[in-house]
T-cell receptor, first 114, second 114 residues
Framework: AQSVAQPEDQVNVAEGNPLTVKCTYS??????LFWYVQYPNRGLQFLLK??????LVKGSYGFEAEFNKSQTSFHLKKPSALVSDSALYFC????????????FGTGTRLKVLA | DTGVSQDPRHKITKRGQNVTFRCDPI?????LYWYRQTLGQGPEFLTY????????KSRLLSDRFSAERPKGSFSTLEIQRTEQGDSAMYLC????????????FGPGTRLTVT
């Protein structure tokens, strides 16, 4: 069965510093991986995805993610954090059967301190 | 592209009452998903439609839950005889079936059962 794990409930980082939000995955076939961000009382906003190709994926708002097959990880990164990046971040893997539903991690709350 | 919309945004109901939520997907998207998100958790898959056909239902979707997508456009999710455990955010998402498209999420309907 497909699954993802987000080992950190919360990550604190100072504004201007680089940030990393961790995600590891378990899949039976090819991984299709996604990052979404959720602001309070809002739906999920798509940030980026890995389907195939380059291991470094660039996405919205300056975010990028590094796919590492040997470590089964897909960590979200940003070189310089902004206070406005403070939100809840979810990693997801797409089910590889017909429905393509997502299996989400439990989320990581990012707090960027001014 | 006006995005995915959901109505209502908030619903407070008494235990035992029936509630119905509506989702309007992005107009050209033929795939539609419902997820449920409880506090501190990632979204969990409930059900999937391709056009008007409901092709998968999670075991989370008890017989008190029913979903429809008449004519393959908007979708409704009905919960009968609500229970306090039904309190959650109900998220709708849609996607195109072209290529490896990501899902776009609506703002969600927050249900509180008192």
């Amino acid at each position: 069965a497909q699954s993802v794990a987000q080992p950190e409930d919360q990550v604190n980082v100072a504004e201007g510093n680089p940030l990393t939000v961790k995600c590891t995955y378990s899949v039976s076939g090819n991984p299709y991986l996604f990052w979404y961000v959720q602001y309070p009382n809002r739906g999920l906003q798509f940030l980026l995805k890995y389907i195939t190709g380059d291991n470094l994926v660039k996405g919205s708002y300056g975010f990028e993610a590094e796919f590492n097959k040997s470590q089964t990880s897909f960590h979200l990164k940003k070189p310089s954090a902004l206070v406005s990046d403070s939100a809840l971040y979810f990693c997801a893997v797409r089910d590889d059967r017909g429905t393509y539903k997502y299996i989400f991690g439990t989320g990581t709350r990012l707090k960027v301190l001014a | 592209d006006t995005g995915v919309s959901q109505d209502p945004r908030h619903k407070i109901t008494k235990r035992g009452q029936n509630v119905t939520f509506r989702c309007d997907p992005i107009s050209e998207h033929n795939r539609l998903y419902w997820y449920r998100q409880t506090l501190g958790q990632g979204p969990e898959f409930l059900t999937y439609f391709q056009n008007e056909a409901q092709l998968e239902k999670s075991r989370l979707l008890s017989d008190r839950f029913s979903a429809e997508r008449p004519k393959g456009s908007f979708s409704t999710l009905e919960i009968q005889r609500t229970e306090q455990g039904d309190s959650a955010m109900y998220l709708c998402a849609s996607s195109s079936s072209e290529g490896q498209r990501e899902q776009y999420f609506g703002p969600g309907t927050r249900l509180t059962v008192t």
